[in-house]
């Protein structure tokens, strides 16, 4: 019996330079291509392996319904630049951003499928800045790899 789908979000925490090209590759398909770039994923194994091959790049864990809908209003745009609003999830049935995000935290509705959507969240440095070494390993005092419910914390530091 698998476990069930829960959402994550995955945000790049360090540049280019030392990475084999496997890593860029995976980082890429990941559409994490720049520092401070945000993502929303599930927990699903292909996923997993991804997210464990550029562990010591990106810090990973599962995040909130309160920050999948700060993500949307605040980060969230559409092509062109454009903001996201509630009439955009008006368009695609849903009563509003709030709403929508509901159906992403709980893997009804995949932030990639939804046309128009850019996928990837440009955030800002963290406010106060990372709170230990972005080479080291969370689990070891540092920021990289998994976090669990704690990148809620990073991520509205970065919003």
């Not at 993502?39 to 010591?56: E, S, V």
């Not at 949307?72 to 929508?100: I, M, N, P, Q």
């Amino acid at each position: 019996m698998s476990e069930p789908l829960k959402c994550m979000v995955a945000v790049r925490i360090r540049g280019l330079s030392d990475i084999s090209q496997e890593v860029k590759d995976t980082l890429s398909m990941l559409r994490l291509t720049r520092n401070c770039h945000a993502t929303l994923l599930d927990n699903r194994p292909a996923y997993d392996g991804m997210l464990r091959k550029t562990k010591h790049c990106i810090t990973w864990g599962e995040v909130s319904k309160e920050n999948i809908a700060n993500l949307l209003k605040k980060r969230g745009r559409l092509t062109g630049d454009k903001k996201l609003t509630d009439e955009y999830a008006k368009d695609l049935g849903y009563d509003s951003l709030d709403v929508l995000a509901e159906a992403i935290f709980n893997v009804e509705v995949e932030c990639s499928s939804l046309p128009e959507l850019k996928p990837v969240f440009r955030l800002r440095p963290p406010t106060k800045g990372f709170k230990g070494k972005i080479k080291k390993s969370y689990a070891a005092g540092g920021e990289a790899g998994y976090r669990g419910e704690a990148i809620n914390d990073l991520l509205k530091r970065m919003v």
